[in-house]
């Protein structure tokens, strides 16, 4: 594969709940704007759309089919045995019974993903007699690219490329419309991507405070500690910073009151409360060091 076509993507950006759409870009410059041929919602509520339109839940037919695309979409592109499908999806049955049932909700996720069936049929969910997997380089994740954004941007606060770091993190932020499969949660094949991805998600948001704070936009810095907040309630870091930049915006008594928060939170966790903190210079150097 040449250069150029290895750097040309599809960037999904959320429009509204409901709809997205998708950019053609070739190394960061946008070619055209429209909506994918499937695009895959799973930062916050699941869902799947068809030339930006979402897929009705009737054409599913099945649960296990849903939850079939959701464990590939986990996977993240990698091989996944079927008999470790066969056994998530219906465990403690009988497995000479269960072959039969993932091919039908294998052919549902296909049908769901392309009813008119312009596409071979493993174009988007490759298949052959051990394994499955999808296929990333055919269908749009919003996991997958917030996390290449979040990296890359994060890459270049690092390099101390502030101003193009900024640009792509709020980019990644846009997309984080909440926790991975959310509605999952108890699910553990779907643990580790969730934990990846908030924890990336925290990170983003801690630096767009920081950089919030240097330019002097002390309010934005606080709607991204209350962001981190709303993902790590016990984030004493994020407890500290939100109390600090409340104190710089001038909002002493939401200060004071955030500042009793983090102490109760402290006090869940049998642990001393720091110092009310001193307004002082800011510095990047605890936001970086937290990547």
């Known amino acids: 594969m040449s250069a150029a076509v290895a750097s040309v993507r599809y960037v999904v950006l959320p429009v509204s709940a409901g709809s997205y759409r998708c950019s053609l870009t070739r190394n960061g410059a946008t070619l055209r704007a429209h909506a994918p041929e499937v695009a895959i919602r799973s930062l916050g509520t699941f869902r799947v759309f068809r030339d930006g339109v979402p897929v009705p839940a009737t054409a599913w037919q099945s649960k296990k089919a849903r939850t079939l695309l959701k464990i590939l979409i986990a996977r993240r ?7 470790l499908l066969m056994e998530t999806l219906w465990p403690e049955q009988d497995p000479a019974r269960l072959a039969n049932r993932l091919s039908v909700a294998l052919a549902t996720v296909r049908a769901a993903l392309d009813p008119d069936r312009r596409r071979p049929s493993g174009y988007f969910v490759a298949a052959d007699k051990d394994s499955l997997r999808l296929d990333p380089e055919h269908l749009a994740v919003d996991v997958e690219e917030f996390l290449r954004r979040a990296h890359e941007g994060l890459a270049l606060a690092r390099a101390g490329r502030t101003d193009e770091a900024a640009a792509g993190l709020a980019e990644a932020e846009a997309l984080y419309l909440g926790d991975f499969l959310e509605e999952e949660r108890y699910e553990d094949w779907a643990a580790d991507l969730r934990e990846e991805t908030r924890a990336a998600y925290i990170a983003v948001a801690r630096m767009l405070a920081e950089h919030s704070l240097e330019a002097g936009d002390h309010d ?9 907040l709303d993902r790590d309630s016990w984030d004493e870091d994020a407890h500290l910073r939100l109390v600090s930049a409340l104190e710089r915006a001038g909002r002493r008594g939401e200060a004071r009151r955030r500042y009793r928060a983090y102490g109760s939170r402290m006090g ?3 642990l001393p409360v720091a110092p009310f903190p001193r307004v002082g210079p800011q510095r990047r150097t605890a936001a970086l060091s937290a990547l």
């Not at 592109?77 to 008999?83: E, V």
């Open 220 to 228: 934005s810095a606080v709607r991204c500690y209350l962001r981190i």
């Open 77 to 83: 592109g990698r091989n996944t045995a079927r008999d």
């Open 268 to 270: 869940e966790l049998d």
